[in-house]
């Protein structure tokens, strides 16, 4: 496997790297750290472009979350019906100050590029109107972060490649089941929440 992977990298440039970005962040099952990994072990012998490679990955992020925002945005009802605490949320990110918006914003997009279901995260935010300008200024920072780590891994790590795939393979083989048990878990509270009477969310906030 990662030996097409080279081959495909270096015959096809950060492109590809634009491509998986874009899809693994639109939820499609296509894991773009080990593209990231290998783009990065071959920046190490001379062979790749790392810092275009980790802007065409930041830059597939981008897109792909930008569309999950428009969406957000255009279906904020059905949003706010499926995770009806949002509005708290969005009142109080309208009382904050800025810097402590934009450090939550980065926290909050930093973990879901790492994670499954992270397109969830820009999804809510096109929903509680964040300005799309800031969004698309920290998004773009966030995915930079995300892309350097995984080609860092690999440009650091080059000698060790296959064992470095494996682990983080192993990784998210464990990861991915919890994520998904988390998401339930949330998914069912939101639902509760939103079914119990009025007057009870009052006295019991």
Same mark, same amino acid.
């Given at each position: 496997?990662?030996?097409?992977?080279? *081959?495909?990298?270096?015959?096809?440039?950060?492109?590809?790297?634009?491509?998986?970005?874009?899809? @693994? *962040?639109?939820?499609?099952?296509?894991?773009?750290?080990?593209?990231?990994?290998?783009?990065?072990?071959?920046?190490?012998?001379?062979? #790749? $472009?790392?810092?275009?490679?980790?802007?065409?990955?930041?830059?597939?992020?981008?897109?792909? $979350?930008?569309?999950?925002?428009?969406?957000?945005?255009?279906?904020?009802?059905?949003?706010?019906?499926?995770?009806?605490?949002?509005?708290?949320? *969005?009142?109080?990110?309208?009382?904050?100050?800025?810097?402590?918006?934009?450090?939550?914003?980065?926290?909050?997009?930093?973990?879901?590029?790492?994670? %499954?279901?992270? *397109?969830?995260?820009?999804?809510?935010?096109?929903?509680? @109107?964040?300005?799309?300008?800031? #969004?698309?200024?920290? $998004?773009? #920072?966030?995915?930079?972060?995300?892309?350097?780590?995984?080609?860092?891994?690999? #440009?650091?790590?080059?000698?060790?490649?296959?064992?470095?795939?494996?682990?983080?393979?192993?990784?998210?083989?464990?990861s991915v089941p919890l994520v998904v048990v988390?998401?339930?878990?949330?998914?069912?509270?939101?639902?509760?929440?939103?079914?119990? %009477?009025?007057?009870?969310? @009052?006295?019991?906030?």
């Amino acid at each position: 496997m990662m030996t097409e992977i080279t *081959q495909f990298l270096i015959v096809h440039g950060g492109l590809v790297l634009f491509a998986i970005a874009f899809a @693994e *962040q639109f939820g499609l099952p296509l894991p773009g750290a080990p593209w990231l990994i290998v783009a990065g072990a071959l920046s190490a012998v001379g062979k #790749f $472009d790392l810092i275009a490679g980790i802007a065409w990955a930041a830059a597939g992020c981008v897109v792909a $979350d930008a569309i999950w925002f428009f969406l957000g945005h255009r279906s904020k009802s059905r949003v706010f019906r499926v995770f009806p605490h949002l509005k708290t949320v *969005q009142a109080k990110l309208e009382r904050a100050s800025l810097t402590r918006i934009v450090l939550h914003g980065t926290r909050m997009l930093t973990f879901a590029k790492f994670v %499954p279901l992270g *397109q969830v995260v820009p999804m809510r935010a096109g929903a509680m @109107e964040v300005n799309r300008r800031r #969004f698309l200024l920290v $998004d773009a #920072f966030c995915s930079l972060i995300y892309a350097t780590v995984y080609a860092s891994l690999g #440009f650091t790590f080059h000698n060790q490649l296959e064992q470095l795939v494996a682990f983080l393979h192993k990784l998210g083989t464990i990861s991915v089941p919890l994520v998904v048990v988390v998401a339930a878990a949330y998914i069912f509270y939101s639902v509760r929440e939103h079914r119990r %009477p009025q007057h009870l969310k @009052e006295t019991n906030p």
